[in-house]
């Protein structure tokens, strides 16, 4: 592998971000700005967040809860699970808003009922989920339709970025077996009840949190697991690319299906998380300096994502890629369907679970 091949992904991904920030900054500095938008309390839904106990996903589980869904957070951290569901409560406790009653609940949340009538009613848990684990990954699904509970809104929003080269549980690479292969599994296994949950008025709701990077991603069909050339850059952007062309063939079944759910994808912008954690010292160095500028808060990069899972705008609307709450293009590889086909057959091999769009064009 040459210098210049190992570089490529890098500068294409760094320019990316580059571009994504600097035009975060020109609309931070525009005067005025768009009011904060008002959603519809969401009493009775039930929601399950991937990676909901830090940076975007916990803003995310704070601002349904605070509309009033019942919240599952799905990680593989029960100390960070549980401290995030308690810091929820804390932070939204004493606000001066009709707010929801939030705890850490181990009961059958569909059974919740108000202690404080005046106000929504939305709880917080934590379930243990590694997106890393296939095993782990039907284990929670198990738990979950175990209480046979609904399930309105599912975001998958859990991801790694710029990893060392390793691998999951199950073998494959880790970006795209965390970021992308978890992800499908476990949609593909909440299917059925996400179907059962929409209704012609309600759809229920997948949301995927994809990146600006899938606009560099190359999606290398006989090479997923990135063997014969690895770079972590070219490795996320890949995963980031296959999310989006995941929710594309995803909606194009539903509709074929005549089912009550719809599935899009977010783009929350380049957000200050966690996430940096394994670039070099140098871009640490940048991000720290410039990022209270250039980037988005987490609350920030949440709310597209909140807005995806409850906008009455959105109802029935699927197969689309939001960023800044707008209807925007993706890439031009991700509406090949013939890509989206191949992806999703291979991904289904990849699982072991039926290719339910096997017989769909």
């Known amino acids: ?9 890098a500068l294409r991904l760094y320019g990316t971000g580059l571009a994504v920030s600097l035009h975060q900054l020109l609309r931070r500095l525009r005067p005025g700005g768009a009011p904060a938008p ?15 106990t830090k940076g975007i996903g916990y803003q995310t589980v704070k601002h349904l809860a605070r509309l009033g869904m019942h919240v599952i957070i799905a990680g593989n951290d029960e100390n960070e699970g549980r401290e995030a569901a308690r810091k929820i409560k804390e932070e939204t406790v004493n606000e001066k808003v009709l707010t929801p009653w939030i705890t850490i609940y181990q ?16 709880t917080v848990e934590f379930l243990h989920c590694d997106l890393a684990s296939m095993k782990s990954i039907r284990q929670f699904v198990q738990q979950f339709k175990a209480r046979n509970c609904p399930l309105h809104v599912l975001v998958n929003n859990a991801g790694v970025m710029l990893v060392p080269e390793r691998k999951t549980e199950d073998g494959f690479e880790e970006h795209f077996g965390l970021n992308y292969l978890g992800h499908f599994l476990l949609t593909n296994l ?3 009840t996400l179907k059962q949950s929409g209704t012609h008025s309600h759809n229920a709701r997948v949301i995927t949190v994809s990146s600006a990077t899938h606009y560099v991603g190359r999606l290398h069909l006989n090479d997923l697991q990135s063997r014969c050339s690895y770079s972590p850059h070219g490795a996320y952007a890949q995963s980031k690319l296959a999310l989006v062309l995941f929710t594309y063939r995803l909606q194009h079944l539903l509709t074929a299906d005549g ?15 966690e ?49 800044n709450e707008q209807r925007t293009k993706s890439t031009d590889a991700s509406y090949d369907e013939e890509l989206q086909r191949r992806l999703w057959t291979e ?9 339910i769009g096997s017989r769909s064009p």
Request: aromatic letters at 10%; a neutral charge.
């Open 1 to 9: 592998m040459s210098l210049l091949s190992r570089a490529l992904p």
């Open 275 to 323: 996430l940096y954690r394994n670039v070099c010292w140098a871009t640490k160095v940048v991000k720290w300096m410039t990022a209270w500028l250039f980037f988005k808060t987490p609350e920030e990069g949440a709310s597209t994502s909140i807005y995806a899972a409850v906008s009455p705008e959105l109802e029935g609307v699927g197969g689309i890629y939001l960023y």
């Open 190 to 192: 909440l299917l059925e």
């Open 38 to 52: 008002v959603f519809p309390t969401q009493n009775g839904n039930v929601a399950i967040v991937t990676g909901g």
């Open 107 to 122: 009961a059958d949340i569909c059974k919740v009922e108000s202690t404080h009538p005046s106000s929504f009613t939305g």
């Open 259 to 273: 089912s009550h759910v719809t599935a899009n994808v977010v783009d929350p912008g380049v957000v200050n998380t």
């Open 347 to 355: 991904s289904c091999k990849m699982t072991r679970i039926s290719d």
